[in-house]
């Protein structure tokens, strides 16, 4: 996409520059904008998932409520 100034630059970039967020000037985000932002860091999946409390519980929350993730076609 071309921008003002004559350089290309891509047409969505997120805050930092890491995700798909629209860009946001720092002074204008929202704590909508905070929170999302903070999942486009690979570093933050990787900590949830080495967590072997959080995963687990997940996962038995899910194996003993399996009625609860039925699909109903």
């Known amino acids: 996409m071309e ?3 004559g350089t290309d630059a891509p ?3 997120a805050v930092n520059g890491t995700g798909p967020a629209p860009d946001v000037p720092v002074d204008e985000m929202t704590s909508k904008d905070y ?3 903070s999942y486009a860091h690979f570093g933050i999946h990787e900590e949830m998932l080495k967590d072997e409390v959080r995963t687990m519980t997940y996962r ?3 194996y ?3 009625h609860l993730f039925r699909v109903s076609l």
């Open 11 to 13: 047409a969505t970039a």
């Open 3 to 5: 921008v003002e100034g």
């Open 35 to 37: 929170y999302f932002d």
């Open 60 to 62: 038995n929350s899910m």
């Open 64 to 66: 003993y409520n399996k």
